[in-house]
């Protein structure tokens, strides 16, 4: 199983280090960045995959809880606050788990296991998606058979994905991380927060920008090396 790519929204430097100082100890955790506030985070997952957020409740510009409110498809979420009354709305929120300052390390290893406990449970459901050459996805209220050799790129438009295919284009109510597990590896590379490409249908590219069937997808600064290991 890869690493578990988790960032730290924080304002407090002392906290920052803490939690720093736990993920350096942990050999599953890869730190990916640290946030003051909510807003500049926001503006690193658009472009950024991300397992997993250490989130603060009490942030300037935007609080912990109505920050969560605001991502559609958020990742695994560990609250850490000095605050306990929060603990009912953010299991609400479904967060993973709720730490409160201060916590040790122990406390820490037990919520973060967690995480990774729940990705693998998670693994069966797309381990293999290798052995078929097509899936069936929700459209318009009935399921609709898409193969994968007519795929040519896949795009995310809030809560839906648009689906472009050699064929017709279709629209499904899910996450682009929700189809990117049904996807084969060896066919399909996400190149951006937004973007999945099928890599049959790649004409060119640059370090910007992929070009498949005529159509110019731009590449994430957190996917270019995606783009260099093809």
């Known amino acids: 199983m890869s690493n578990i790519k988790c ?6 430097p002392l906290a920052v ?7 350096l100890q942990v050999p599953f955790l890869e730190l990916q960045g640290t946030f003051k506030d909510a807003i500049r985070a926001t ?21 912990g809880m109505a920050f969560l409110k605001t991502l559609p498809h958020p990742p695994a979420v560990i609250i ?9 709305e953010g299991f609400n929120l479904n967060v993973t788990d709720y730490l409160l300052k201060p916590f040790d390390f122990e406390r820490f290893l037990v919520a973060v296991t967690r995480v990774k406990t729940g990705q693998r449970d998670k693994q ?9 050459d097509y899936l069936f996805l929700n459209v318009q209220k009935k399921k609709v058979k898409i193969l994968f050799a007519e795929i040519v790129y896949i795009e995310s438009q809030r809560e839906y994905i648009k689906i472009i295919t050699t064929k017709k284009e279709y629209i499904s109510k899910m996450s682009t991380n929700e189809i990117e597990h049904l996807l084969p590896v060896h066919l399909f590379k996400r190149i951006h927060r937004s973007f999945i490409v099928s890599i049959s249908k790649i004409e060119s590219y640059t370090a910007e920008a992929v070009e498949v069937n005529g159509v110019s997808i731009p590449i994430g600064r957190g996917y270019r ?5 093809l």
Do not use: G
């Open 7 to 12: 960032i730290i929204i924080e304002d407090e």
């Open 17 to 23: 280090k803490v939690l720093s100082d736990y993920i």
């Open 43 to 63: 503006d690193f997952l658009r472009e950024n995959d991300t397992n997993l957020i250490f989130l603060d409740i009490h942030l300037p510009k935007l609080k």
């Open 80 to 88: 850490t606050t000095a605050y306990h009354q929060y603990a009912v």
């Open 124 to 132: 069966p459901l797309h381990e293999h998606p290798e052995t078929k």
């Open 225 to 229: 090396d995606v783009i260099e290991n």
